[in-house]
């Protein structure tokens, strides 16, 4: 099972290059949201996978009885998914309105901050 | 001694609070000037506290250490918190007179705390996803704070930065998640142990190179700074003058961090890799900066040659390079957050940041010429300023161990930086205004006035004390330094007990 979810963080993250590396912002977008999502399962895999071993303590023990999955890794997982939901959001949202004011998705147009030409002082 | 740890974190987002709700009315940049008052003053007793003791920790919520997260303050910490509480000040004063109504209302002290906030927890925890949260905390504010207003280069700068910042964190974040995979641990003074026992060490300098990937974007380090020039010089002064003092410089101290407690296996590699990207970075930096002319895109460029020297104090690992690293960031943060304040104040007398269309400052406002000559010597690294000793200990530290061609490159690319910083005061003081205006600061409202330029005046003070009297500030340093080559303290103060 581990091996084939490290195979599916590989193909996530092929893909998410892959969509980072086009011009257009709105595909890096995806592609980040992809890279994120890998990162994620990459984070639940470290943890060890251990099915049908909730990590629950019997009534009256301290400390759950023998094996159990690991909790902590999912906790991370799920701080990570709030974090990289608000990110993508916000982004997402800086992304629209900067197509509104620029006009443009295309990561080479988007020359305002650095004009093609600055060396004879004329912006 | 859990509430000396926390307040730094927790004064910030009380400050907050009432400034976002008060955001449009004028007290919401009191509240905020305040609330930095009081953050100097928590950072202090801090920093006394760690002096006493050496290594403060706390665990919060009393879950013990390594299970619950540790908050924790070595000598480094401490200063990076005092530091940032001072350049906080520096710019919630310049903002009293710089950010606009319209910026104030859509909530620019608020999210100006948070970033505070942010960068003071980035510096304190001692937990490595904890790390990662603060780090979230921060660039959300910054984030905030970089397209706040909305102008259309603030919009396309601040999609580079945005993106390119996303990117670096999803790489902290699978390092993370392979670091436990192979430790089982998160608390980083555990970490410092845990890793001993790791036998793949292979394993573990693959996920170091992703942590030095990730923070290095962070940094700004070569081949990953581009973001940085593309976005700095966008927002207002008071914007991108805490931008340059702090935010990079939480990179720094993530590598540090790292590279001196977690990730010290096989430091042939890994800090010779370190050393590298110090050497291009601090070239690239320069050249791209002596390329350029505008006044905050110079200086933009030189916080990326700046940062190659920090790097390479952590790079040599040796421990005088160490006590360089350390008076580096220091130095480094009052200087170039000083520079972007002189910068907004001549673009308030002029009317712009192109080297071009503005000059005649010396005539006109002799004081703002002294005022950018301390920051801008110190730098370049002139005695007897602050940045002369930082680069003194640099070199020093490389030619002790024979690493002639770093210490050939730290002292040429030292050379470089007086080239810019000559052709900003050739063009923006010495060469007479293009437009013929002579503008003088006396044409500035005197509260503005006061406010505007009480900030550059106490941070060049600061900029001349340190480069007057090193002796104290290279003593804290070798201290400092000391204890990151040695974590023996910092691990027991964490754990509760000695390795």
Known sequence: METVLALLVGVLVAAAVYLMLARNVLRFLFGLVLLGNAANLTIFIAGRLTPELPPLVPEGLAAPAGQVANALPQALVLTAIVIGFGLLAFTLVLVYRGYQTLGTLDSDAMRVAEPADTTDGTP | MSWLLALPIVL???????????????????????GCVLLLAASAALMAAVWREGVVAAQMGDWPAPFGITLVADLLSAVMVVITAITGLAVAAYALADIDTRREALGYHALFQILLAGVCGAFLTGDIFNLYVWFEVMLIASFGLLVLGGDKAQLDGGIKYVTLNLVSTALFLAGIGLLYGMTGTLNMADLHLAVREVENTGLLTVVAVMFIVAFGVKAAVFPLFFWLPASYHTPPVAVSAVFAGLLTKVG?????????LIFTHDTGYTHGLLLAIAGLTMVTGVLGAAAQNEFRKILSFHIVSQIGYMVLGLALYTPLALVGAVFYLVHHIIVKANLFLVSGLSNRLTGSFDLARIGGLYKSSPLLAILFLVPAFSLAGFPPLSGFWAKYLLVKASLDIEAYLIAATALVVGILTVFSMTKIWAEAFWKPHPGGAAPALATIAPADRAALLAPVAALAGLTVVIGLYPEPFVGFAERAAGQLLDPTRYVAAVLGRTP
């Open chain 2, 12 to 34: 910030p987002f009380l400050t907050a609070v009432p400034a976002f709700l008060l955001r449009d009315r004028g007290a919401a940049r009191w509240i905020s000037l305040g």
């Open chain 2, 252 to 260: 720094v101290y993530a590598l540090i961090r790292t590279f001196t």
